[in-house]
């Protein structure tokens, strides 16, 4: 069973046009993660939450927000999609802050920016 | 920061055991070392993770030298769905509570 679930599994949207993505976890996990992976490139971590705790990546875009409403979701809203922003989104939970836990991940949401 | 050192890739056949180093020279005493794969089209997953002592699961071993400066992640026998992008990962500085990707070794196995 699915465990960390992302929607859509592609994304299809305009250049400028706010998007949204999706991420649910059943795992009741204290920490969600979003991480942007570009072609042929290693995942990048753009922020995590801790709880409701915010932690953004000092190199995130501003174009780039999260909401965590509840422990079971979180979003990632960017809200001016650019060219360079076509990519796979993934999330990623952990019991506890990762640097002891591991890493459990969704299956990623590709977007594409037309 | 804390960073690792893999080759680019690696190649084996299939059925035979794989060992996939990785150096970490900068890593402070209290950091896990994290192992991840990324199959095509897929999320990273979970490996295995250990912080001084060998560590085995049934998916792999990992053996971490003595100094903790590098490690390997063996796998007793390859299978092509094996076939990955080989992430070693540690928190980018002492204590951080993030784990963030260097580029991993691109594994191939050959039938």
């Known amino acids: 069973d699915a465990m960390v679930i992302q929607n859509p599994r592609y994304q299809v949207t305009q250049f400028g046009k706010p998007v949204t993505l999706s991420c649910s976890q059943t795992l009741n996990h204290n920490v969600m993660y979003w991480y942007q992976q570009k072609s042929s490139q290693a995942p990048k971590l753009l922020f995590h939450?801790?709880?409701?705790?915010?932690?953004n990546e000092a190199d995130t875009p501003d174009n780039f927000q999260s909401r965590r409403p509840n422990t079971s979701f979180c979003f990632l809203d960017i809200r001016s999609p650019g060219l360079g922003d076509a990519a796979m989104y993934l999330c990623a939970t952990s019991r506890d802050r990762a640097g002891y836990e591991k890493l459990f991940f969704g299956s990623g949401t590709q977007l594409s920016v037309l | 920061d804390a960073k690792t050192t893999q080759p680019n890739s690696m190649e084996s056949n299939e059925e035979e055991p794989v060992h996939l180093p990785c150096n970490h020279s900068?890593?402070?005493?209290?950091?896990?070392i994290h192992w991840y794969r990324q199959l095509p089209s897929q999320g990273p997953e979970y490996v295995i993770h250990g912080l001084t002592s060998n560590v085995n699961n049934r998916m792999a071993s990992l053996a971490i030298a003595e100094d903790r400066k590098s490690s390997t992640l063996i796998l007793h026998r390859a299978t092509l769905r094996d076939a990955a992008v080989y992430y070693c990962i540690l928190p980018p500085s002492p204590g951080a509570q993030k784990l963030v990707f260097g580029q991993g070794t691109r594994l191939t196995i050959n039938p």
């Open positions: 939450y801790y709880d409701k705790d915010f932690n």
């Open positions: 900068t890593i402070s005493g209290t950091d896990y």
